[in-house]
């Protein structure tokens, strides 16, 4: 088939058809034609593996007794590969027996019809698998752009969780031991001894920026300990 049948560019739904018998391909092929469907073939399994891979159509039909690789074979395949997981596939297969039914379904069939399968059957079944096709895709889409929504929201909270933060740390105090404070620590004396106190370093803290406090500390030159001299209530007291 031509290139019109890309999944990007045809308007109706496009069925691979893989049967090694000609005249079966033939006769599904023209119904679907009718049922307003495109068709593909393939007549053994690694070319409809290559198609199905190239064309990703909307469902792929198999028989399971092919050559180069069996329907079973291809089934699996086709699950395990990224890109063509969903679609879904239907077996269309002379091998009645509940196993091969079974086997068919664990390999990754959708839906299993056992030959001779009227071709109204297989139109009806094809219809059926692709809407549910079609359903299954717009809720993942509305799903996804929910999840992009809420990653979105989640975006603009965290950004203004962020900023609130940047707004506190601008206006958060900060609480530290200096030697240079704001306000020059004044000449102090002994209380015990009456000599001149050394200054050795200053706090700044206080409740918030705006309203910061300064406390001094001396040391008297005659080991009579250590002194705190609060800046705004001007009191001086031992500390150590």
């Given at each position: ?139 993942h889409a ?43 620590p004044p ?54």
């Amino acid at each position: 088939m031509n290139g019109q049948l890309s999944s990007s560019t045809r308007d109706n739904p496009l069925a691979l058809l893989v049967d090694r018998d000609t005249d079966t391909r033939r006769m599904y092929h023209q119904f679907l034609n009718i049922g307003q469907w495109l068709v593909d073939e393939a007549s053994d399994g690694r070319e409809a593996l290559a198609k199905a891979i190239a064309m990703h159509p909307d469902v792929v039909v198999t028989e399971t007794r092919l050559s180069g690789m069996s329907g079973y074979d291809l089934c699996s395949i086709l699950r395990r590969d990224s890109a063509t997981r969903e679609i879904p596939i239907v077996v269309v297969t002379g091998d009645a027996f509940d196993t091969d039914v079974a086997n068919a379904r664990r390999a990754g069939a959708d839906t299993v019809l056992i030959k001779p399968c009227l071709p109204e059957t297989l139109l009806a079944e094809l219809r059926r698998l692709h809407e549910r096709s079609r359903e299954l895709r717009a809720r993942h889409a509305a799903t996804r752009l929910k999840a992009l929504e809420q990653l979105a929201r989640s975006d603009h909270l965290l950004e203004k969780s962020n900023e609130l933060q940047r707004r506190i740390l601008s206006h958060v105090h900060h609480r530290h031991d200096t030697t240079t404070p704001p306000i020059q620590p004044p000449v102090l004396v002994c209380p015990q001894c009456d000599h001149t106190l050394v200054y050795r370093r200053s706090h700044i803290g206080g409740v918030s920026a705006r309203h910061p406090e300064q406390w001094d500390y001396f040391e008297c030159p005659n080991n009579c300990g250590t002194f705190q001299y609060r800046e705004r209530t001007r009191k001086l007291r031992k500390v150590g």
